[in-house]
């Protein structure tokens, strides 16, 4: 297996420290937009609880039926979305917490979005920021997770920055194993981002951040798992997009079956 002599190679040069490495590519064909191949490598470095990590990409995306046709801002006109990505990151485990860091860079060319009236291709874009996220295990069967996004989005032309894309975004989850039992909370923020008025001229505005509370309760019993989950448990008035209120209070109730 030539990724294990990879990795085998690499583990005689940096001694006590083990590789990783992958590599893959995409085949896409569309009769209306033709061809793409799009590759991604990732590798990795590890010592003890220490691992080093970084991946690049490219990524192809063709505009959607609604996207060409909606007769509410369909645009037959529009060109394929093409991204490259890279990211580096380190994630390291000290006794019951884990640790990881990551910095991510996105660029963007044709970027589909919605001015607020049509879709359209924005030309070229990037997207640079950082995560942060913390997760430990508690005594009593008790975890819990922190996680942090800064993300730094503009449009090359203009400056402007992209929409619907929060500067700053987190989470924190509460949870505790109880046998077959698992009920956590999960806390949710989203920063103040640019938006577009839901009327004429749709011009550029500013969204206000929000946050949302959801409660989930699953009970394990072999291959069926019954669930209930109360999203935005508080009742929360926000909109994810300007001039469309997201739900209220929803309670949903199911079974999950594995065959």
């Keep these: 297996d030539e990724s294990l002599f990879v990795e085998d190679r690499l583990h005689r040069a940096f001694g006590s420290w083990s ?7 995409r085949y896409d064909r569309f009769d209306t937009f033709g061809s793409q191949i799009s590759p991604r490598i990732a590798v990795a470095l590890a010592s003890g609880a220490n691992r080093f990590r970084a991946a690049w990409g490219e990524a192809f995306r063709a505009p959607s039926i609604n996207e060409l046709y909606s007769p509410f801002g369909g645009n037959r006109d529009l060109q394929p ?6 990211e580096a990151g380190f994630d390291r485990a000290f006794g019951a917490s884990r640790f990881s860091a990551t910095l991510f860079r996105a660029d963007y060319r044709d970027l589909i979005t919605n001015s607020g009236f049509v879709f359209a291709n924005v030309g070229h874009a990037r997207s640079r920021g950082a995560e942060l996220s913390l997760e430990r295990d508690f005594a009593a069967r008790v975890y819990g997770l922190a996680s942090y996004t800064f993300a730094d989005t503009k449009q090359t032309e203009t400056g402007r920055a992209l929409l619907r894309r929060p500067r700053h975004s987190g989470s924190l989850v509460l949870g505790t194993h109880r046998g077959a039992l698992d009920a956590n909370a999960d806390f949710t923020f989203l920063g ?21 509370l959801d409660l989930n309760l ?7 798992v019954p669930f209930l989950k109360i999203e935005n448990a508080t009742d929360r008035r ?14 949903i109730a199911g079974l999950r079956f594995t065959i």
Excluded: C, K
């Excluded at 590789?19 to 590519?25: I, M, Y």
């Excluded at 979305?81 to 890279?86: C, F, G, I, S, Y």
């Design 19 to 25: 590789a990783q490495a992958s590599a893959g590519a």
């Design 81 to 86: 979305e093409r991204t490259r990505n890279a």
């Design 192 to 212: 103040r981002r640019a938006d577009v008025q839901p009327v004429a001229p749709f011009g550029r505005t500013t969204a206000p951040p929000y946050a949302t």
């Design 218 to 224: 699953q009970f394990h019993a072999g291959r069926s």
């Design 238 to 251: 926000y909109q994810e997009v300007a001039g469309y209120p997201s739900p209220r209070r929803r309670v």
